[in-house]
């Protein structure tokens, strides 16, 4: 799982990959070329940057909506793979390529992309939140046992 620090760092650096030649660039370590659906080219078409971590060189995230994908293996197609998991991504449901946006069309999808960054971090600090009251509840109960 993603932490709240990684998710802010990921949605800072990403305001730069709207465009595919930045996501692009991202694969220079990426582990599947030739021989593989998963290119850089069609990870990067799919609206995935790569993010590598010392453990996981094939972790992908989406700078839109920001799913995380790892685990990809040679015969996966990043497009079908990021629709099934994140179907109403604001990348993949847009009807125009960055290059031919009005600034009105970017200022609505860095809006978009900003509202799915704060309901990610939300989410995750009620997550948080949930796990110390459980703990909390967990030691007044054992306490009370006694």
Excluded at 49 to 77: K, Q, Y
Excluded at 118 to 140: F, N, P, Q, S, V
Aim: with cysteine; hydrophobic share 30%.
């Amino acid at each position: 799982m993603t932490s709240i620090d990684v998710l802010s760092t990921r949605f800072a650096a990403f305001d730069k990959m709207h465009s595919y030649e930045s996501r692009e660039q991202s694969y220079v370590d990426w582990p599947f070329r030739e021989d593989c659906y998963c290119t850089p080219e069609k990870m990067a078409k799919a609206g995935f940057v790569h993010c590598p971590s010392e453990n996981e060189p094939d972790v992908a995230c989406c700078f839109f909506c920001l799913i995380e994908l790892e685990g990809w293996e040679p015969d996966d197609d990043p497009m079908s793979e990021h629709l099934k998991r994140s179907p109403n991504c604001g990348f993949l449901t847009s009807k125009k390529d960055f290059t031919e946006m009005t600034a009105a069309d970017f200022y609505h999808m860095e809006r978009e992309r900003l509202k799915v960054y704060l309901k990610k971090t939300c989410h995750k600090k009620m997550a948080y939140l949930r796990e110390d009251i459980d703990r909390t509840l967990g030691r007044l109960t054992s306490q009370l046992d006694i």
